[in-house]
């Protein structure tokens, strides 16, 4: 019997639908954590600069273990490498309440757990960013509409999770919140391990550590060689330098400074958020329908469209309409860009790619953060938030002039497949592989 995807997807929805469970829960988990790791370390020491040492120390992990993690993902498999990251990241979590109420917890033991849980979580986004193309080949999703409902779990835990935790804290207090996150993580390792069906095993062959070595420079020559994938990543990374400075601190700067009211930052930011939510579940409705290059140029281009009114100092609710608005036309931005990645990316090579990109994104974004830091106190405001337009501009440029994402037509409508059972099911993404290393 011969069915088209479309036709066999409704059996086979079932494992897509596990893994945004089971990412929601975790990533609503780990915004829980943002609020009460830091809300415990003020509790239990009453110092700022112990927090804010607390903090880096959840980054610099994820910076390392997107790198390094991507490789063990790609050996282990993704659905494991998601089950045993969470896991892991579980029972360090657990263990800050746990010896907090029994034998004690010092400050350097606080630093180191919160060192290895950030170890131990990253891996786990990487292998479930991962299992999306197989999974929506499996679902007979387009990708980008498979990435749009993917991405828009980060923007509804950006909405819930804060709001979740500090009702949490409030009413437990943080360490028994923090038991409550170890709990989720359980229970996204759960989610995967039951639902995530149908998979032919993704494991590369285990090895020596020379082999891990090797098989880390492949994904890192795959990247340098492959021109579509190497503008995309230089696209992503100047837009990490300006992007997280907008929001950490030229609009913390904007609302005290010319606004007075903190309450002026959360509208602008919740707008966005508001916005970016509506945006990314159009794109997801409709998104595969969409010419690509046009898409991207348009999407980057309106990332200035809350420059605007900021420079010329409109009324707050004129800057909370435009970056409304700008959260709406800018949201296909990850989701597309995450689909011409996966279609370019051989699956054997996913975990050390998108690791690679996560790293690199969040290795730039202190570099943004200080520089913005600098050049509002001794340039001023207005000349920062040009830079970013100008940024913003460039890689609109970028996407419009750039050879490598000249073709960026969309995947041809599938073929009819043979109705099989999900055990036997190929979920190999044909749609945009790429055979090698080049282009």
């Given at each position: 019997m011969i069915a088209t995807r479309g036709q066999a997807s409704g059996a086979n929805r079932i494992p897509f639908l596990a893994l945004l469970g089971a990412?929601?829960?975790?990533?609503?988990?780990?915004?829980?954590?943002?609020?009460?790791?830091?809300?415990?370390?003020?509790?239990?020491?009453?110092?700022?600069?112990?927090?804010?040492?607390?903090?880096?120390?959840?980054?610099?992990?994820i910076i390392i273990a997107s790198f390094f993690g991507g490789t063990l993902v790609d050996r282990i498999g993704f659905k494991t490498g998601s089950v045993v990251s969470d896991l892991l990241a579980g029972a360090t979590i657990a263990l800050i309440p746990a010896l907090h109420h029994t034998v004690g917890l010092e400050f350097w033991q606080l630093l180191i757990l919160v060192f290895f849980a950030g170890l131990f979580a990253t891996p786990g986004m990487t292998a479930r960013q991962s299992l999306v193309p197989d999974l929506a080949e499996l679902a007979g999703l387009p990708l980008e509409r498979a990435n749009a409902a993917y991405q828009a779990i980060p923007r509804l835990s950006l909405l819930v999770g804060p709001a979740l935790g500090a009702a949490l804290i409030s009413l437990v207090g943080p360490s028994q919140a923090l038991w409550l996150d170890a709990a989720g993580y359980v229970v996204s390792a759960t989610i995967v391990l039951v639902g995530v069906r149908g998979l032919r095993r993704q494991a590369t062959v285990s090895g020596s550590s020379s082999r891990y070595l090797d098989e880390l420079r492949e994904g890192l020559q795959f990247v340098r060689q492959n021109r579509l994938v190497r503008t995309m990543i230089t696209v992503m990374l100047v837009i990490s330098i300006v992007d997280m400075p907008l929001f950490s601190v030229v609009l913390p700067v904007y609302a005290d400074r010319i606004l007075g009211s903190v309450v002026a930052l959360g509208t602008i930011v919740?707008?966005?958020?508001?916005?970016?939510?509506?945006?990314?579940?159009?794109?997801?409705?409709?998104?595969?329908?969409?010419?690509?290059?046009?898409?991207?140029?348009?999407?980057?281009?309106?990332?200035?469209?809350?420059?605007?009114?900021l420079a010329l100092g409109a009324p707050l609710w004129v800057i909370a309409t435009f970056m409304a608005v700008e959260g709406v036309i800018s949201a296909p931005i990850n989701p597309l860009a995450m689909t011409l990645l996966q279609e370019e990316v051989p699956a054997e090579l996913r975990g050390r790619a998108f690791g690679l990109v996560t790293a690199l994104g969040l290795a730039v974004s202190p570099l943004g953060l200080l520089m913005a830091g600098y050049i509002i106190d001794y340039v001023g405001l207005l000349p920062m938030l040009g830079l970013i337009a100008v940024s913003y501009l460039a890689a609109a440029a970028v996407c419009g002039t750039a050879p490598a994402l000249r073709n960026l037509s969309s995947p041809p409508a599938p073929e009819p497949v043979p109705v099989a059972s999900t055990a036997d099911t190929d979920l190999r993404h044909a749609a945009g592989y790429r055979e090698g290393i080049s282009r």
């Open positions: 990412n929601a829960i975790s990533m609503v988990g780990t915004r829980v954590t943002q609020i009460a790791i830091p809300w415990f370390v003020l509790q239990t020491t009453g110092s700022a600069a112990k927090t804010g040492i607390v903090g880096f120390a959840e980054m610099l992990p919740s707008a966005f958020g508001a916005g970016a939510l509506a945006g990314v579940l159009a794109y997801g409705a409709v998104g595969h329908k969409l010419p690509r290059r046009p898409t991207l140029v348009i999407a980057f281009a309106a990332c200035c469209l809350s420059l605007t009114p």
